[in-house]
């Protein structure tokens, strides 16, 4: 009888790696037709509900593809490293679906993303926007940055791991009142962070981190808007900061607004659109 009991339960451990092997990084919804859009939201979010205002617009006269990231807001997890299968797949998205000339719109860690796939010039991307994102935010946290010091075991990490629900919970609150004024905005944030599976919202920052794009600028050729918030820290101190990470770059406009935080779209849905329209025109 044991040795039954042991062999069904290896089966279902076979079964359930096989499962969590076969999750995707990446899950695509398509709306509207024309010339492709993809949109990448930043990091714990649902990209569906970040980008509904833009694509109800945007699908009126393109085809819109909005990714959302395994293990986000409610998306099944994959096995670790998540950053470099999240690009691949999504390399292999524009690719398998032939996707010609496309625009990319990036929130956060999306605009991130977005850097590394204008700097590829097999995906023949044709312009670039950038919303509230940095080439490396890890050299904005960290003075001495260097990605191979960022450690996924470190203390940090693990006490993020043992936080209870309560704990978490509090801390999402915290973090979501300064991503946005909006306060229906501060709900979905916290829904989306409390929804992630913690394990990729603590492993995958990590990624996010130790992520560099600043050599792969000088890469891209393409128009590039950068859309800037200048709350919390102030207009001047968020222009500064972009100059100094987007210097690589050749060419770009960089558009502030001195009343927005983080998420833009929340806090100036009619200038995001407006400015997102003159972008695309």
Not at 79 to 102: A, G, R
Not at 158 to 169: H, I, S, T, Y
Not at 222 to 230: D, E, F, H, R, Y
Not at 260 to 272: C, E, R, T, V, Y
Request: one cysteine or more; a neutral charge.
């Amino acid at each position: 009888m044991k040795t039954i009991s042991k062999i069904l339960f290896t089966i279902f451990i076979a079964c359930t790696a096989i499962s969590n092997a076969q999750n995707n990084p990446i899950e695509v919804t398509v709306t509207g037709d024309g010339a492709p859009i993809i949109l990448l939201s930043g990091f714990a979010t649902n990209g569906n509900e970040v980008w509904q205002t833009t694509v109800d617009e945007l699908s009126k006269t393109h085809k819109c593809h909005v990714i959302n990231y395994a293990g986000f807001a409610g998306m099944k997890p994959i096995e670790f490293p998540w950053l470099p299968k999240v690009l691949t797949n999504i390399e292999d998205y524009i690719k398998e679906k032939q996707l010609k000339k496309p625009v990319i719109i990036g929130h956060s860690l999306g605009g991130t993303l977005g850097i590394k796939l204008a700097s590829n010039p097999d995906l023949n991307i044709s312009r670039l926007l950038i919303v509230d994102a940095l080439p490396a935010t890890g050299a904005l946290l960290f003075p001495d940055f260097k990605p191979e010091t960022l450690q996924y075991e470190s203390p940090y990490n693990q006490q993020m791991l043992g936080m209870d629900e309560a704990a978490f919970a509090q801390m999402a609150m915290g973090m979501a009142a300064g991503m946005t004024s909006n306060t229906i905005g501060q709900e979905q944030i916290i829904k989306w962070m409390k929804t992630t599976d913690r394990k990729t919202f603590v492993y995958a920052y990590t990624d996010y981190l130790k992520f560099d794009m600043r050599e792969g600028l000088k890469q891209i050729n393409i128009p590039v808007t950068i859309l800037g918030a200048g709350k919390p820290y102030g207009e001047e101190m968020a222009k500064a900061n972009y100059t100094k990470q987007y210097q690589n770059l050749s060419d770009y406009n960089l558009v502030m607004n001195a009343d927005s935080a983080h998420f833009i779209m929340m806090d100036q849905p009619k200038w995001f659109m407006e400015q997102l329209n003159l972008f695309l025109k």
